[in-house]
């Protein structure tokens, strides 16, 4: 119970509120209206806003007091455009090329039993990585997801990355199902703290599935200003806010 506490709940999207890249269901979303009536409620992406508005609805901005996308770097509160930073800026057009290049290289030389189109997607905050392609169907993601579990392919990726980009000040974060996150230090899911750590909140519960060292959720998930919470899938999420919340 949250009685007398002013406190903000921080969803992560794919695998917290929804199964990756699937849609908001009713349940759900109703159980979201419902918890708003005991705390504040937000949402932090590691996708642009166009794909969170595809999985949240229209109304994503407006939906949560808070809506975060890429990480933060696209911020809302209650509507309104607050914040907007660029990647671009932050690296520079030479560094950007040489990554993007070796990149391109890489994905080339790998072998899959398919590729699909989107290797790299290029977002305002981050830059975005599949080996087999955002393109891919949804069958021919889960089967990418059963032959990683053996191969390792995006750990063995990142950490070449890691060791040829050392200097350039970049993060390399495994998200979601088939891709990799890539973003300047400081630019993962605790960036958007900055949004709201001045709000006088008494706490601030983290809710993400990728918590692991090397997930996207994990730098928000263990921040001192955070009480964090692993959850394995939707139902968890609503398992614990009940348990937590009402």
């Keep these: 119970m949250t009685e007398n506490k002013k406190v903000l709940v921080l969803f992560d999207i794919d695998g917290t509120l929804t199964p990756s890249r699937k849609t908001l269901t009713e349940d759900m979303d109703n159980f979201i209206t419902e918890l708003q009536t005991k705390v504040d409620v937000g949402v932090v992406g590691g996708s642009d806003l166009p794909k969170q508005k595809e999985q949240l609805g229209e109304n994503a901005t407006t939906r949560f007091k808070y809506s975060f996308s890429e990480n933060g770097v696209i911020a809302y509160e209650e509507g309104k455009?607050?914040?907007?930073?660029?990647?671009?800026?932050?690296?520079?057009?030479?560094?950007?090329?040489?990554?993007?290049?070796?990149?391109?290289?890489?994905?080339?030389?790998?072998?899959?039993?398919?590729?699909?189109?989107?290797?790299?997607?290029?977002?305002?905050?981050?830059?975005?990585?599949?080996?087999?392609?955002?393109?891919?169907?949804?069958?021919?993601?889960?089967?990418?997801?059963?032959?990683?579990?053996?191969?390792?392919?995006?750990?063995?990726?990142?950490?070449?990355?890691?060791?040829?980009?050392?200097?350039?000040?970049?993060?390399?974060?495994?998200?979601?199902?088939?891709s990799i996150d890539v973003f300047p230090q400081g630019w993962s899911k605790e960036y958007c703290l900055q949004f709201v750590n001045n709000k006088g909140y008494d706490e601030i519960h983290f809710f993400g599935d990728k918590t692991y060292k090397g997930g996207n959720d994990y730098e928000i998930f263990i921040h001192e200003e955070t009480i964090g919470h692993t959850v394995t899938c939707p139902e968890d999420t609503v398992k614990i806010c009940k348990e937590l919340f009402f």
């Design 81 to 178: 455009l607050i914040s907007k930073s660029s990647i671009t800026d932050k690296l520079g057009e030479e560094k950007l090329q040489k990554f993007l290049n070796f990149c391109l290289h890489y994905i080339a030389d790998f072998e899959l039993p398919v590729k699909r189109g989107t290797f790299i997607e290029f977002r305002n905050g981050m830059i975005n990585i599949s080996l087999i392609g955002r393109n891919c169907s949804y069958e021919e993601r889960l089967q990418y997801v059963e032959l990683e579990k053996e191969g390792q392919f995006r750990q063995k990726f990142v950490k070449i990355l890691q060791e040829k980009f050392s200097e350039y000040g970049l993060v390399f974060s495994i998200g979601g199902q088939i």
